[in-house]
């Protein structure tokens, strides 16, 4: 790549530095990258590592904060047994805890966050910055001496696509990047508009089942209680004693069901969720074709797409 202009350092910069808002997700270096795709590979670039860091980087977040929590268990366990606590002392169990989470949780965030700002200064003051595993690895891909505008331009779409998937895991937020990727790219990449849509819908229709699983949730539990009061305040005494109606246990054990139920539905859908989102991302980066089932199909017909328009090459 040529040496950037002052513009372009300021942008790749910027790129960088919005890492400090990634809670809305990639979408600060989204734009960049649309905006200056087309008029410097400086900060074309610069703004595909932003976008793969962004993103990807809130898995392995969310990885980090698994690991910190039941990490923070284990080691209160072990020096709880090291220490030869008594029973009396379990009560001291949770400030032993508490800040080994917190110090795991809080040092995640600073250390994202930190990254992004240390590739901002290094772009200002002209320096090479790549991300560990993806910035080599992506300016070998997409800059590499021997690679043609053609191949190239396949790279970036298969690393956009795999971006607009990988969002998932930022819920209602992350369906903002997708959008940006469809509505700007409209003239130039089916391929890349196809797995926007697959994105934007399939992060959509799941919150959507979030929410309206929830409200029903929420009006199954008022009427429960509703009935409760209704049942046990008109239903007559049989007995001195303080038993509750029958008519009141019998609410409580539907509830009890419903409640099971719906948190062993929500406890196998989340991962599968996730799952399908991360399967999702690995494909496309690697120029495989995914279709999400059932909705991949749908998007198809509608968009009257050829099945060689959506397939890339591996």
């Not at 990254?115 to 290094?122: E, K, M, N, R």
């Not at 200002?124 to 001496?145: A, Q, S, T, V």
């Amino acid at each position: 790549m040529e040496k950037p202009t002052s513009d372009e350092k300021v942008l790749a910069a910027l790129a960088h530095a919005s890492v400090l808002f990634a809670f809305f997700g990639p979408v600060g270096p989204t734009l960049i990258w649309v905006y200056q795709r087309n008029k410097s590979k400086y900060v074309r670039f610069h703004a595909l590592q932003a976008m793969g860091y962004q993103s990807l980087a809130f898995w392995a977040f969310f990885l980090g904060i698994f690991i910190a929590i039941f990490g923070g268990i284990i080691i209160s366990i072990i020096i709880a047994s090291i220490s030869n606590f008594g029973k009396s002392d379990m009560s001291t169990f949770p400030f032993i805890l508490q800040p080994i989470i917190m110090l795991g949780i809080f040092g995640l965030w600073g250390l994202f966050f930190l990254v992004g700002v240390i590739g901002a200064v290094f772009c200002m003051i002209n320096r090479d910055f790549n991300y560990p595993l993806i910035g080599h690895w992506l300016k070998k891909k997409l800059f590499g001496g021997q690679i043609t505008e053609t191949e190239m331009e396949e790279w970036e779409d298969n690393w956009v696509s795999g971006i607009c998937h990988s969002t998932a895991i930022l819920q209602l937020w992350g369906i903002i990047t997708p959008l940006i990727v469809w509505f700007s790219q409209k003239e130039r990449s089916v391929k890349l508009r196809f797995q926007a849509l697959q994105a934007i819908i399939y992060q959509l229709s799941a919150f959507v089942a979030y929410m309206v699983g929830m409200a029903a949730y929420m009006a199954f539990f008022f009427i429960m209680f509703a009935g409760v009061a209704v049942f046990g305040t008109t239903a007559p005494s049989t007995s001195t004693h303080t038993d509750l109606p029958p008519a009141v246990g019998i609410i409580f054990l539907i509830f009890l069901g419903i409640f099971m139920i719906f948190w062993l539905l929500f406890m196998l859908a989340t991962p599968i969720y996730y799952l399908l989102a991360a399967v999702a991302s690995i494909f496309t980066i690697r120029g495989k074709n995914f279709k999400y089932p059932i909705l991949g199909g749908i998007i198809t017909k509608r968009m009257n797409m050829p099945k060689k328009e959506v397939i890339s090459t591996s």
